[in-house]
């Protein structure tokens, strides 16, 4: 009886880290390379979410974690302005792949206000 409680403890802690790995996680950085004030969040998809302080205009890391999903950075914050449409003042998709994620300034993207995230599976990019 001993034995079997602690090896069923010892499951329940292996497993519950990685049970409800979700999508939508990014590593915002002041620095380039994951330098500077860091913020890991995991944001709902299809929902436009403000870049807030210390990042507001000031952001070099735009890391998202996984493969499955992308975000448009935006230059304005959500609601505000011309970009009424998803694909409107953006830099373009950027996924777990996307080059410059780890230094936003390289591509002068450092002072993005807002981004948006979703799933790649459901959405058919035209390039
Ligand atoms: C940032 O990372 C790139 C790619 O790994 C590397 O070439 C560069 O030297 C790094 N710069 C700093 C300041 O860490
Ligand atoms: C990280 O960012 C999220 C979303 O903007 C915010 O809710 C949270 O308070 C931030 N955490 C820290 C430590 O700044
Ligand atoms: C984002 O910020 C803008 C400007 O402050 C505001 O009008 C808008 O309601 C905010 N949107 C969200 C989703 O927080
Ligand atoms: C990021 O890009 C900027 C602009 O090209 C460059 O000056 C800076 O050295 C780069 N930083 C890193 C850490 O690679």
Known sequence: MKSFAVLAAATLALASPIAKRESGGILLCTGANATG??????????????????FLGNTNTF?????????????????????????????GAVDFNYEHKYNLSAVSWEGVASFRCFTKTTTTTVE
Request: charged share 10%.
């Open 63 to 91: 890391a998202p974690d996984g493969e499955a999903f992308a975000c448009y950075p935006y230059a304005m914050a959500c609601d505000v302005g011309i970009c009424t449409s998803p694909e409107g003042c953006t830099l």
């Open 37 to 54: 004030t860091c913020n890991y969040t995991v944001y709902p998809l299809d929902t436009c979410v403000n870049v807030t302080a210390p």
